[in-house]
């Protein structure tokens, strides 16, 4: 939410669709100069919140992926054919979460492994998050997305993923004029 203009705007358009939330947007420490509520980052990882995750995710791990998720994917990395550089990112996870999910469905290991074979059939890269080594104890919100502090981090550890991808050759260097990121969390 820290990170992705197209999804603050959306839950700005959100909130400017529920009558009860306009009389805080419109307080003078309702909203940040951009028009968003401002974000205290971090929850205490405690034992409900932890439950809560665990049924979320176990619902999640209990379906097949979508087809229309994976459609989009197949869509995404065609681009590379085209000559889009393309690098896909897992999304990063508390370490209790990760470990969680491997052992509890063979959703995640084969989910991976699609996702690696299908990066590799179109030369894209791929790149795990060893969470627990780029994000601190401290830098969670909750168990599934890093606060501030473990966004900066992971935003490190990927910029120097990057540089290494184009120091190596892997990902030539964008044109200042060209560039265009584009983020999709799963």
Known sequence: MEHSVAFRYFLLYRQ?????????AAAPSGTTAEG?????SGMPLSAG???RTRRTYASILSQPPSEIELAGLSRLLGLAADGTQIMVIEAPAHQRLRRWRQHASGFSTAALGALRQATREQHVMFRRVPAS???????????????VGGAERFS??????VGTAVQAGRLKEPSPRATRVSVAQG
């Open 16 to 24: 400017w669709l529920d009558p009860a939330r306009w009389p805080g």
């Open 36 to 40: 968003f509520y401002p974000l205290q």
């Open 133 to 147: 080594r780029v994000i601190p104890a401290d830098g969670w919100a909750d168990f599934a997305h890093p606060n």
């Open 49 to 51: 919140l932890w439950e």
């Open 156 to 161: 490190e550890w990927l910029g120097a993923r």
